[in-house]
């Protein structure tokens, strides 16, 4: 890949939303090593909260992948097999929320919290380029990309902020973040947005490119084009 920057592990990321993709997202990323904090402007699976009651619009084995499968059951500590959800309200009862109580992710969804604002961090001023004894040139290392500062609004009306290195948006179609810079721009990923106009609304298709975009948001990070905890376990 050789792409200019690279953001290892323990590198901040923030996750704005906490549906199906978002908490998947900061799942992988916890997996890696990264230090993520999901924020969500309402409550964990709140898209699909009105449809709670409808069945499960993809086979139950559909709906999960074999990382959220493991720290269920981890979660869990017993051998015995779990119960896939059927419905959607299951979905977000028996799966989505236990996920972010495991190890992985607890303590790191902010719930209640709208992000109005995302700003690029000043970045420090840098010390002019030494010269490589060696050559006798300047070492031309390229400067760092700035950190994001996202502003949100509490439900209790108090306004915070977070500095991280890295945004994944899963919001899905738009979002009504005011960004002082424009995109596309280092380290700012967005999920569920690539995928071509269909008249036909296939949420498993669209969760399965949801998760492959996140194995190329990590992949590029880390500039390892081979980066994929999903192959492994693939049958």
């Given at each position: 890949?050789?792409?200019p920057f690279v953001l290892e592990p323990?590198?901040?990321?923030?996750?704005?939303?906490?549906?199906?993709?978002?908490?998947?997202?900061?799942?992988?990323?916890?997996?890696?090593?990264?230090?993520?904090?999901?924020?969500?402007?309402?409550?964990?699976?709140?898209?699909?909260?009105?449809?709670?009651?409808?069945?499960?619009?993809?086979?139950?084995?559909?709906?999960?992948?074999?990382?959220?499968?493991?720290?269920?059951?981890?979660?869990?500590?017993?051998?015995?097999?779990?119960?896939?959800?059927?419905?959607?309200?299951?979905?977000?009862?028996?799966?989505?929320?236990?996920?972010?109580?495991?190890?992985?992710?607890?303590?790191?969804?902010?719930?209640?919290?709208?992000?109005?604002?995302?700003?690029?961090?000043?970045?420090?001023?840098?010390?002019?380029?030494?010269?490589?004894?060696?050559?006798?040139?300047?070492?031309?290392?390229?400067?760092?990309?700035?950190?994001?500062?996202?502003?949100?609004?509490?439900?209790?009306?108090?306004?915070?902020?977070?500095?991280?290195?890295?945004?994944?948006?899963?919001?899905?179609?738009?979002?009504?973040?005011?960004?002082?810079?424009?995109?596309?721009?280092?380290?700012?990923?967005?999920?569920?947005?690539?995928?071509?106009?269909?008249?036909?609304?296939?949420?498993?298709?669209?969760?399965?490119?949801?998760?492959?975009?996140?194995?190329?948001?990590?992949?590029?990070?880390?500039?390892?084009?081979?980066?994929?905890?999903?192959?492994?376990?693939?049958?």
């Amino acid at each position: 890949m050789n792409h200019p920057f690279v953001l290892e592990p323990p590198g901040s990321i923030a996750v704005i939303g906490a549906g199906p993709l978002g908490i998947e997202a900061a799942l992988y990323g916890r997996y890696l090593g990264y230090d993520v904090t999901v924020i969500e402007a309402h409550r964990v699976g709140y898209s699909m909260y009105q449809r709670r009651e409808e069945p499960l619009p993809m086979m139950p084995d559909r709906c999960l992948t074999p990382l959220a499968i493991s720290a269920l059951n981890a979660q869990r500590g017993d051998n015995a097999p779990m119960t896939l959800p059927v419905t959607i309200g299951q979905w977000i009862n028996n799966a989505l929320l236990p996920l972010t109580q495991s190890d992985l992710l607890s303590d790191r969804v902010r719930e209640g919290c709208v992000v109005t604002a995302m700003d690029w961090v000043p970045v420090p001023e840098q010390p002019s380029n030494e010269t490589n004894e060696e050559t006798g040139e300047e070492d031309d290392d390229e400067e760092p990309p700035p950190d994001f500062r996202l502003t949100f609004k509490r439900d209790d009306g108090t306004t915070e902020t977070l500095d991280v290195e890295a945004v994944i948006v899963a919001t899905g179609e738009s979002d009504e973040i005011s960004r002082s810079f424009s995109l596309p721009a280092v380290f700012h990923f967005e999920l569920g947005r690539s995928g071509a106009p269909s008249a036909k609304v296939d949420p498993e298709r669209d969760l399965h490119v949801g998760w492959k975009e996140i194995v190329q948001i990590y992949s590029q990070l880390a500039d390892r084009e081979q980066l994929d905890l999903y192959r492994p376990l693939r049958g």
